[in-house]
């Protein structure tokens, strides 16, 4: 039992308000029994700080079910003025066809702003995928800080950073010993008014791990959390005692 990174799926940005932002798969097949994590990023529609529920599940066009991982907002006081990060899997049922295929997620409010990524790993086969841990932070003009996940069980985790960030630079995070997602930033008009999604990640054995990642300044939200594998229930049957 031991994850392992495939590669992006490709990632995608929106500036036309609306509803929904869609990526094409990208780079390779999201073959089924594979985990595909989904970030997506978009201007705040909460007008407070906190984990928010204002983006909905992602679907594909295969029919895969996806599951929340968690999702926060860094209001900045009213809509439209910070971001919102969630991040979102699903284990693959049905094979995703690279250049063929598409991801696509839904926002509550119509939003200008939005951006979309996806990453691919494997893990054992009919694992499923525990949350062990979420933080979140809320970075304003700044570039996004440390954080951290500690008191895990000494056993190998996938942990994922996942940050949103309000702005019109293209330029992509880096993390000592995290691989980085592909990212996606909307442009036009000012750096305000646009929002980049992205994301790294690292598998590692130990009780947890501090990320202080390297990107410019901005008002941020961001995710940091660790995923751990679960191996299916054993069944287990007994004879009959005859006596």
């Not at 089924?32 to 599940?57: K, P």
């Not at 926060?72 to 284990?91: K, M, P, V």
């Not at 991801?103 to 494997?122: C, D, E, M, P």
Request: proline letters at 2%.
């Amino acid at each position: 039992m031991a994850f392992g990174q495939v590669g992006s799926i490709g990632a995608a940005q929106n500036k036309t308000a609306g509803t929904n932002v869609s990526l094409t798969v990208t780079g390779r097949d999201a073959t089924a029994g594979q985990l595909l994590l989904i970030f997506v990023a978009v201007d705040n529609t909460t007008t407070t700080d906190g984990q928010t529920s204002d983006v909905g599940l992602p679907s594909d066009s295969q029919g895969n079910t996806y599951t929340k991982i968690g999702e926060f907002t860094n209001s900045q006081g009213s809509a439209d003025a910070g971001a919102t990060i969630a991040l979102f899997y699903t284990i693959v049922t049905t094979t995703l066809v690279q250049f063929t295929d598409t991801v696509t997620s839904n926002v509550n409010a119509s939003r200008a702003a939005k951006a979309i990524g996806g990453f691919l790993y494997t893990i054992g086969s009919g694992n499923t995928i525990q949350v062990e841990n979420i933080q979140t932070l809320a970075d304003d003009g700044a570039d996004p800080g440390s954080m951290s996940i500690s008191g895990l069980p000494n056993q190998e985790h996938l942990f994922v950073r996942a940050v949103a960030a309000e702005s019109n630079t293209t330029t992509n995070i880096s993390g000592t010993n995290y691989q980085q997602w592909s990212a996606a930033t909307t442009t036009g008009g000012g750096s305000a008014s646009n929002m980049g999604g992205r994301a790294l990640s690292r598998i590692f054995t130990g009780t947890g791990d501090t990320l202080d990642p390297t990107l410019f300044a901005a008002d941020c939200a961001s995710l940091f959390v660790a995923l751990k594998e679960v191996s299916p229930a054993v069944s287990r049957s007994f004879g009959t005692i005859i006596g």
